[in-house]
C-alpha cells in the first residue's frame, strides 16, 4: 500500500498534504455539528397535508442499453460454439468474460433472475412502468433457450460461471435427492411471485447470496451463504442453478422445446458411458435395456394411480398452502405494523415503537390501515392457494415423470436439466475421432 501511494505522490510531495487536508475538512464538514437553526422547525402534527411526490418515470442510461447489447453477443456466441464448434474450451473463455463483466464490472446488475420479480410487478401493480432493458434482460435468454437451448446458464450467467469454476470433485446425487431437491426452485419462484404481487418485498434480491460477492457487499450473512454454496459446489455441481435459482424453472421448461440443442456426440453413440460420467449436473440419460412385461405392467398401473391421486394432492396442496399463506402474510410490513398497534393499544403502553409513532403522527387512521391489511391477508390466503396446489402439482408431474419408462438406444442428454457447459464433448470418443478427421 505505500509502494502504491508514493507511486503516485512522492516523498516530500506537497500535494499528498494538500489531498489530505481537503479529505479531513470533507470529513469533518460532513458530521453533524450543534447549530442553531435560522427558523423554528415546522410543526407536522396540525392539518397540514403533505403533497404526493412526483417521480418521474426512470429512464434507462446508455449503459444499460449497452449490457443488453452485450448479453445478446454472448448469447449468439455461446449458442454457437454449443451447436456448431462444439468447444468447451470456447465455452469457458466467454464464460471467464461473463464473470468478470456482467459479474464484478456490472455488479451483478444485469439480472434475468431478478427481472421476474420486475415483471410481476408490473403485473400486478398499474402504477409501476417497467423498463424496456428489464424486459428485454427477462425475455432474451428465455427466446434463445427456445431456440438453442441453455446456452444462458453455459456461459453468459455470471452466477454459473463462478460455481463452474469451482467445480472440482463432483459427485453424483442418487435420483431420488436429486428430485426431492429439484422442487426447490418452484417454491422459490412461486413464493417470490407472492411477496412482489402483494407488495412485500423482493425476495430474489434479498436473498441473493453472490451478488454481495460482486459488489464485494457488507451484508456477512449472505456472503456467508454464498460462501457455503461455493463450498458445496467443489463436489455438487451449480448447486444453486439445480437446486435454488427460481429463473432455471423457466429455463427448464423452455429448453425441453429447444428447437436446435446441443448433443453428446457429433455421430452416432458408442454406449461408452464416458460422457455420463463426465457431466457434473447429472444431465445424461443411459441407455435402457427393454423393459419385462411384469415391469411394463406395474409401471402402468402406478401410472394409472397416480393419475387419480393428482386431483386430491393438488387440492390438499391448495388447502394447507392457503394456510401458510395466512401465516405469511405475517411477514409483510403494514400486517406486521397493525399487530404492533393492537399489542400497544391492548396493553396501553406509551412506548410506541418508531414505525407506531410514525403511523400514529401521520393522518391515516387504524381502520383505513385495518381495512389495507385485511386486502393483504386475502391477497395472502389466495395465493397461498394457487402457490400450494401449483407445487403438490409439480410434486404429481415429477412422479408421473419417474413412473414412464422409455427405451433409450443409446444415451441421451435431457434437454431441460443440461446447462449445454460442453464437458461432455471432450469425452467423447468419436467427437475426438470427428475432431482428426477434420484435421487431416
Known amino acids: 500500500m505505500r509502494n502504491f501511494v508514493t507511486c503516485f505522490f512522492p516523498r516530500g510531495s506537497k500535494l499528498l498534504t494538500i489531498v489530505l487536508i481537503m479529505i479531513l475538512f470533507g470529513v469533518i464538514s460532513a ?16 392539518e397540514y397535508e403533505i403533497p404526493k411526490t412526483e417521480v418521474p418515470a426512470a429512464t434507462p442510461s446508455i449503459y444499460e442499453y449497452l449490457d443488453l447489447f452485450v448479453l445478446v453477443v454472448l448469447l449468439s456466441i455461446v449458442s454457437y460454439l454449443v451447436l456448431k464448434r462444439r468447444s468447451r474450451l470456447g465455452i469457458f473463455i466467454i464464460s471467464i468474460f461473463s464473470l468478470i463483466y456482467l459479474g464484478f464490472l456490472r455488479r451483478g446488475c444485469i439480472c434475468p433472475i431478478g427481472s421476474i420479480q420486475n415483471v410481476t410487478l408490473a403485473i400486478f401493480d398499474s402504477g409501476y412502468i417497467i423498463p ?71 425476495l430474489i434480491c434479498r436473498f441473493d447470496p453472490f451478488v454481495e460477492i460482486f459488489r464485494f457487499g457488507s451484508r456477512v ?64 440419460l443411459p441407455s435402457t435395456p427393454q423393459a419385462e412385461p411384469e415391469s411394463r405392467s406395474r409401471g402402468v398401473k402406478r401410472l394409472m394411480l397416480l393419475l387419480i391421486l393428482i386431483p386430491l394432492l393438488t387440492g390438499g396442496g391448495a388447502v394447507l398452502g392457503s394456510q401458510l399463506g395466512h401465516v405469511m402474510s405475517y411477514l409483510n410490513s403494514d400486517v406486521r405494523l397493525q399487530t404492533q398497534i393492537n399489542r400497544e393499544n391492548t396493553t396501553g403502553t406509551e412506548n410506541y415503537s418508531e414505525d407506531s409513532s410514525f403511523f400514529r403522527e401521520s393522518r391515516q387512521t387504524e381502520e383505513q390501515l385495518a381495512e389495507q391489511v385485511a386486502t393483504t391477508k386475502a391477497d395472502f390466503y389466495t395465493g397461498g392457494f394457487l402457490l400450494g396446489g401449483f407445487i403438490a402439482l409439480v410434486f404429481a408431474l415429477k412422479l408421473i415423470s419417474l413412473s414412464l419408462w422409455r427405451k433409450r438406444d443409446e444415451y441421451e442428454i435431457d434437454k431441460a436439466q443440461c446447462v449445454s457447459c460442453g464437458r461432455c464433448f471432450e469425452y467423447c470418443p468419436v467427437e475426438a475421432q470427428h475432431k482428426r478427421a477434420k484435421d487431416d
Open 31 to 46: 458530521a453533524p455539528l450543534p447549530a442553531e437553526y435560522r427558523f423554528p422547525r415546522p410543526e407536522f402534527k396540525s
Open 132 to 202: 424496456l432493458t428489464v424486459i428485454g434482460f427477462f425475455l432474451l435468454p428465455l427466446i434463445y433457450t427456445l431456440l438453442f437451448g441453455r446456452s444462458f446458464c453455459a456461459g453468459v450467467c455470471p452466477f454459473g460461471a463462478l460455481q463452474d469454476l469451482v467445480i472440482l470433485r463432483p459427485v453424483k446425487l442418487p435420483a431420488w435427492l436429486s428430485q426431492t431437491l429439484g422442487l426447490f426452485p418452484y417454491v422459490y419462484l412461486g413464493t417470490a411471485v407472492l411477496f412482489t404481487a402483494t407488495g412485500s418485498g423482493f
Open 221 to 284: 450473512e449472505m456472503l456467508i451463504f454464498g460462501g457455503i454454496l461455493l463450498i458445496i459446489g467443489i463436489f455438487i455441481a451449480r448447486p444453486y442453478c439445480r437446486f435454488l435459482c427460481p429463473y432455471s424453472v423457466l429455463l427448464r421448461l423452455f429448453s425441453r422445446f429447444a428447437i436446435w440443442h446441443g448433443t453428446i456426440t457429433p455421430a452416432e453413440c458408442v454406449n461408452c458411458k464416458l460422457c455420463h460420467d463426465s457431466c457434473p449436473v447429472d444431465a445424461i
